[in-house]
């Protein structure tokens, strides 16, 4: 660091309370002005000593408490702010006696190497000495306050906005992570620390063991120096977590994390078959969803973690599947929409994700909370949040309904086709009021799916007419060894108890895969049911396979994409043999209005029976290009109902919002 500490104009405009201008008109009326003692022409630079005396002399600087002024000289003094904090912190520690033991308690996983005395990588380059002139007023800070809370003081300053900073995790934002994981008495893992705002929530919190790893190693040693001048036992370490987890196989009590956001080169294509991946391969577009993924495989049973989302992450169609096996295993138990502005430069009203890990042989919940905390501040909202979730966490299969606010959901209802996760599209209305989330997103996703259509929409040219193969039953592919037909399974008799009848889907039970219904089917979202001890026959879907409802309102035909799900009650399933028949072209041939009428009873609600549908064969070079136009058409008419339902959405909020005034007549909301 420079010797001598300068300063801009702006920043003089910064330090005085005013506008540049008046810097400006400051340095043509006052000849006593200070000169300028380096940059250029266009910007120059003043000694801050001279500019405090000066402003002093004028009366025109402000009181500023003792960490506030030294961190201003600091500031100025060159190199990075997180350089400058940590030659502090690092001047600091050298005099620090801890005030605690800082061992691990007994039972606590012990960091694999003790913390250095100082530290700082060793790989970094030594940074310049501090200023002379400043040694003297931070051993004057530490003496007053103490190392610790000078230490904290100047990490607020550093905290403020402004060049060069990084932009920290709020500290309400972070004690409200801290509190929703409840890390008190227990360890916690950030494994992306940032400058460490998770992790000093988590020591405010009473944690006994806090770890953290970062990209940045300027950012990695500060986190660690503010852990060692606190007494919190612990290490941050550099590094990649996703890439090279410096914590592997290591589990804690709870994980806080505010994890980079849209990253396009996070590791996928080196990570495919990572074990961290406990619910399914993470896609490519989805990089927050691995640090959900990596956090849970860093949590014990039982142990929560909460981490800051974009609100994408809760209805993109690329992580619909990782949504939905969170819900159905039991991991995601929250979602809560914080307002606008809460998490600094956000001005989107980012997610918290709140998750417990479940014993593999635990029971699915039956709900899940939403809370819509959009509308308020969250000084204001934060306890109102915390109480919501600590009453649904105490008792998680009663009811929670805070009209406009929290409401606990049915998890079979989430699982629909669109696995959507934002809390204000699963609200009730409140009255007509309109929250600007609702609109917004139900605009973005409308846009979103109409802007796909036309590359949905199936090529096909006139043909010549006239079938072009032979034409068989599906019967006669089964006799032939083309196809194997198995069910449908048959439901057991009626549970008088519960008033179900023969017909309707299986009640989810505590252990198994999901089970393919029906009505899953014929919305086409994934398998929703549970196995119970009406299934009888367990049967195993493989990818490949076509499902058929055997009671409808018209013949669907569905293609198994991935494996680990149970054929229903009341579905036939059609194995074709890859060697004779491709499966989307198979599909695609019994979902005509001619084998509707050919394999139906005609009674209303069709009766099927799909062995009397018929199939013209052609080469399979040909079924393969058929099928492929099917498997864009079934996509297109999946696009086509989004589009409806979102129509439906878009037209009856903005018609209740403007109505209710919380909407503008041109479009946007109060």
């Not at 079979?412 to 996760?421: A, G, K, P």
Request: with cysteine; aromatic share 4%; net charge negative.
């Amino acid at each position: 660091m420079q010797e001598t500490a300068t300063m801009t104009a702006a920043e003089i405009a910064r330090l005085a309370g005013v506008g540049r201008a008046a810097v400006s008109n400051w340095r043509k009326r006052h000849p006593d002005f200070p000169a300028p003692v380096g940059g250029s022409a266009n910007s120059p630079e003043f000694a801050l000593s001279d500019v405090e005396r000066w402003l002093r002399d004028q009366g025109k600087l402000p009181d500023l408490a003792p960490a506030e002024r030294l961190w201003r000289h600091l500031a100025a003094a060159g190199g990075s702010p997180v350089a400058a904090l940590a030659a502090v912190g690092m001047r600091l520690l050298a005099h620090h006696r801890p005030a605690r033991d800082t061992t691990p308690p007994p039972g606590a996983p012990q960091p694999d190497a003790a913390p250095p005395a100082v530290p700082w990588p060793a790989d970094q380059p030594a940074m310049g000495p501090l200023p002379a002139t400043l040694l003297a007023d931070i051993d004057a800070l530490a003496d007053d306050r103490g190392a610790p809370e000078a230490f904290d003081e100047l990490w607020r300053c550093f905290s403020g906005p402004g060049p060069g900073r990084p932009l920290a995790t709020p500290d309400d934002l972070a004690d409200l992570m801290a509190g929703l994981a409840a890390v008190d008495g227990g360890t916690v893992l950030d494994p992306a620390v940032g400058s460490g705002a998770t992790l000093r929530a988590a020591a405010r919190a009473g944690c006994a063991v806090a770890y953290g790893q970062e990209t940045d190693a300027d950012l990695a040693a500060l986190a660690g120096l503010w852990l060692a001048l606190q007494d919190v036992p612990g290490e941050v370490r550099t590094g990649d977590s996703l890439r090279a987890d410096a914590f592997a196989g290591r589990q804690v009590d709870a994980v806080v994390c505010h994890p980079p956001f849209g990253a396009t080169n996070w590791g996928d294509d080196e990570l495919g078959h990572d074990p961290r991946w406990i619910v399914g391969t993470t896609p490519r577009t989805e990089p927050e969803l691995a640090w959900v993924q990596h956090a849970l495989a860093h949590l014990r049973v039982g142990g929560h973690a909460v981490l800051l989302m974009p609100p994408a992450v809760a209805s993109r169609r690329a992580g619909k599947r990782i949504r939905s096996e969170l819900l159905r295993r039991g991991h995601l138990r929250a979602v809560i929409a914080l307002p606008p502005g809460a998490a600094g430069s956000h001005g989107v009203p980012l997610h918290l994700w709140v998750l417990r890990r479940a014993a593999p042989d635990a029971p699915p919940p039956a709900r899940m909370l939403l809370v819509d905390a959009a509308g308020g501040d969250l000084a204001e909202t934060a306890p109102r949040v915390l109480a919501a979730w600590r009453e649904f966490d105490a008792a998680p299969d009663d009811e929670v309904d805070q009209v406009g606010f929290a409401r606990t959901v049915p998890v079979i209802e989430l699982l629909d086709e669109d696995v959507d996760l934002t809390p204000a599209r699963r609200q009730p209305a409140v009255g007509s009021e309109v929250t600007g989330e609702q609109l917004v997103r139900t605009r973005e996703r409308l846009t979103a799916v109409v802007a796909a259509l036309p590359e949905l929409i199936p090529q096909a040219s006139p043909g010549a007419g006239g079938p072009q193969g032979l034409t068989l039953t599906v019967g006669e592919l089964v006799r032939s060894g083309a196809l194997q037909l198995v069910g449908p399974i048959r439901s057991g008799p009626a549970d008088s108890s519960s008033g179900r009848t023969s017909g309707s889907a299986p009640v989810a039970a505590p252990d198994g895969p999901p089970v393919l219904t029906v009505s899953d089917v014929l919305a086409g979202v994934p398998a929703s049911g549970r196995v119970d001890d009406r299934l009888g026959q367990r049967v195993p879907l493989a990818v490949g396979d076509v499902v058929v409802p055997m009671v409808a309102r018209e013949l669907t035909a569905r293609v198994v994409t991935a494996e680990g799900d149970l054929l229903g009650h009341n579905l036939y399933l059609l194995r074709p043999d890859p060697a004779r028949l491709d499966p989307w072209f198979l599909a695609g041939q019994l979902r005509t209005t001619t084998n509707e009428r050919q394999a139906s009873s005609l009674s209303g609600t069709l009766r099927l029976d799909v062995r009397r549908a018929q199939v013209c064969l052609v080469p399979l070079d040909a079924q393969r290009a058929y099928g492929e136009t099917v498997q864009r058409l079934f996509a297109f008419e999946s696009a086509l109902r989004q589009t409806v339902s979102l129509g439906a959405d878009l037209v009856r909020l903005t018609a209740d919002g403007l109505a209710a005034g919380s909407i503008r007549p041109d479009g946007s909301a109060r």
